[in-house]
Each structure stands twice: as structure tokens, then as C-alpha cells.
């Protein structure tokens, strides 16, 4: 007589049990793998705009670029914008989208929802990436926001003469100072092309400000985080670029790598 094997119940359920274990296990590491190479892409275009730029400076003379993309997506400068007089250096459009920006506020033919962004009607998010409001050609190359911060005197503030810093003749430190940023995903900076760095240090608790203004989680931590964990990516006038919290990158007024005049 044939004996038919069969499993039973318990077996069953041990089997399904060791399954989801094991995905229990490996779902987290997939993800922080996707994460990671997600993060790589990013820092290479991010690398590839400051190659961009720098092919920029040696056709300009040493110019920074400037910007033109106010926020609050008012009083747009399109022809002084930076996305497009780099556009001859850096190329296709989509270099200027991070892999990990999922701001609503992309016009739908590059992969965004079509929300305008806030205060306008018709104005959509156009780069993922801001430039650093110290390292910006103004064209007249005069201090474009008044009065420094306490604790600045004016002869120091912008390149130790009251000018701003428009060249790289005129930054001591590039390796050490921010030039790429990531731009928040949502809110008035959402359509920005620059962030305003410069009022961050007198905030009490800085990274509540930066937040407001640029993604400074866009590589860790919460959608939420305004912490000094979070975790972004950044280039540095140099070219090079790196994942740093963003206490690595600013404390406090004396130790900040976006003010060119501490920035080490």
C-alpha cells in the first residue's frame, strides 16, 4: 500500500513563519541598498554641475553663476537664471533633477504631479539644485542683502571689502566651501534656484531654517527631519561632493562651510 506524503499544518506554518522572517530581514536591506545607490546617482550630478560650472568659469573668467528663480516663484530672472546659461556646459535638462526629488511641484512631462508651486498659478518646479546665495555673481558685485548678520562686521561681510563673492579668485577655501545644494521638495523654495543662507545662523535652531529652504533629509532620516542628523548631499565650489549631516556642514555663524570667509 503507497503512503502519501503530505505536510502538515505546523510544517506549514513553520515554513510560511521562516519566509516572512526572511523578508523581514531582507526588505529593510534592499531598501537601504536602493537607498545608497540613489545617493551615488545623486552625488554624481551633482559632480557633473560643478564640472559644468567650472567649464563655465574658464569661458567667464573666473565668474560664479548667478541666479535668477526667486522663491516664492516671483519676479523670475530667466535670463540671468543659472539652469540656463549653464545649459551649454551641463546639457540635458534632467542632469538638474535629483533621482531622489519627488517634490509634487515637477510639471507632469518630468515625472512631478503638475502642482504649481506655492504663491503662483502657472510656475513649477525647474531644478532640484540651488546655488549657495554667498558664491553668486550679481553682475555689479556689491553685497545684494544689506546689512551682514550680528556678529559680522561690514568689512568683513562678502570677501572682506563689503563685495560679494563673485569669483573664484576671491574664495580662499574651495574644497572646503558648499556651492550645490538640494533644494526643498516643498513649500516657497519649492520653485527657488538658491536658498538664503545667510539668515540661517541667527535662526535658534538653524536646521528648522534650512529646512524651510533646502532638503537637508534628502538622504536620511524622516521626511520631516529638521534635525542636525539629517542627512543630504552637497558639492563643494572644488567639484567634489559628499553626504554630510548637516551639523558637518553648519553650527553656528563661526563654523559653516557656506560663508566663504570661515568656511575650512
Given at each position: 500500500?503507497?503512503?502519501?506524503?503530505?505536510?502538515?499544518?505546523?510544517?506549514?506554518?513553520?515554513?510560511?513563519?521562516?519566509?516572512a522572517l526572511?523578508?523581514?530581514?531582507?526588505?529593510?536591506?534592499?531598501?537601504?541598498?536602493?537607498?545608497?545607490?540613489?545617493t551615488?546617482?545623486?552625488?554624481?550630478?551633482?559632480?557633473?554641475?560643478?564640472?559644468?560650472h567650472?567649464m563655465?568659469?574658464?569661458?567667464?573668467d573666473g565668474?560664479?553663476?548667478?541666479?535668477?528663480?526667486?522663491?516664492?516663484?516671483?519676479?523670475a530672472?530667466?535670463?540671468?537664471?543659472w539652469?540656463?546659461?549653464?545649459?551649454?556646459?551641463?546639457?540635458?535638462?534632467?542632469?538638474a533633477?535629483?533621482?531622489v526629488?519627488?517634490?509634487?511641484?515637477?510639471?507632469?512631462?518630468d515625472?512631478?504631479?503638475?502642482?504649481?508651486?506655492?504663491?503662483?498659478?502657472?510656475?513649477?518646479?525647474?531644478?532640484?539644485?540651488?546655488?549657495?546665495?554667498?558664491?553668486?555673481?550679481?553682475?555689479?558685485?556689491?553685497?545684494?542683502?544689506?546689512?551682514?548678520?550680528?556678529?559680522?562686521?561690514?568689512?568683513?561681510w562678502?570677501?572682506?571689502?563689503?563685495?560679494?563673492?563673485?569669483r573664484?579668485?576671491?574664495v580662499?577655501?574651495?574644497s572646503?566651501?558648499i556651492?550645490?545644494?538640494?533644494?526643498?521638495?516643498?513649500?516657497?523654495?519649492?520653485?527657488?534656484?538658491?536658498?538664503?543662507?545667510?539668515?540661517?545662523?541667527?535662526?535658534?535652531?538653524p536646521?528648522?531654517?534650512?529646512?524651510t529652504?533646502?532638503?537637508?533629509?534628502?538622504?536620511?532620516?524622516?521626511?520631516?527631519?529638521?534635525?542636525?542628523?539629517?542627512?543630504?548631499?552637497?558639492?563643494?565650489?572644488?567639484?567634489h561632493?559628499?553626504?554630510?549631516?548637516?551639523r558637518?556642514?553648519?553650527?553656528?555663524?563661526?563654523?559653516?562651510?557656506?560663508?566663504?570667509?570661515?568656511?575650512?
Open positions: 500500500m503507497r503512503v502519501v506524503r503530505a505536510f502538515t499544518l505546523v510544517e506549514l506554518l513553520v515554513v510560511v513563519a521562516i519566509i526572511l523578508l523581514a530581514i531582507l526588505l529593510p536591506a534592499l531598501s537601504r541598498a536602493n537607498q545608497a545607490a540613489l551615488v546617482r545623486d552625488l554624481s550630478n551633482i559632480r557633473n554641475m560643478e564640472q559644468a567650472w563655465y568659469m574658464t569661458e567667464w565668474r560664479f553663476i548667478s541666479v535668477g528663480l526667486a522663491h516664492g516663484g516671483i519676479h530672472d530667466e535670463g540671468v537664471a539652469i540656463n546659461t549653464l545649459q551649454k556646459q551641463y546639457g540635458n535638462k534632467l542632469l533633477k535629483s533621482p526629488d519627488d517634490s509634487p511641484h515637477w510639471p507632469e512631462e515625472g512631478g504631479e503638475g502642482v504649481p508651486v506655492p504663491g503662483t498659478t502657472t510656475q513649477f518646479r525647474r531644478t532640484s539644485y540651488g546655488v549657495n546665495s554667498f558664491l553668486v555673481d550679481f553682475g555689479n558685485g556689491l553685497n545684494p542683502y544689506g546689512p551682514p548678520p550680528s556678529g559680522i562686521s561690514p568689512a568683513d562678502f570677501g572682506g571689502d563689503g563685495k560679494a563673492y563673485t573664484l579668485n576671491r580662499k577655501r574651495p572646503s566651501t556651492h550645490f545644494l538640494i533644494m526643498a521638495f516643498e513649500g516657497d523654495y519649492a520653485g527657488a534656484d538658491h536658498p538664503h543662507v545667510e539668515g540661517w545662523v541667527e535662526h535658534p535652531h536646521p528648522t531654517k534650512a529646512a529652504q533646502v532638503q537637508i533629509n534628502a538622504h536620511g532620516r524622516s521626511p520631516r527631519d529638521k534635525t542636525w542628523e539629517a542627512r543630504s548631499n552637497w558639492g563643494f565650489l572644488d567639484g561632493a559628499e553626504t554630510l549631516e548637516f558637518d556642514v553648519l553650527t553656528d555663524i563661526e563654523f559653516n562651510n557656506f560663508d566663504p570667509r570661515v568656511a575650512q
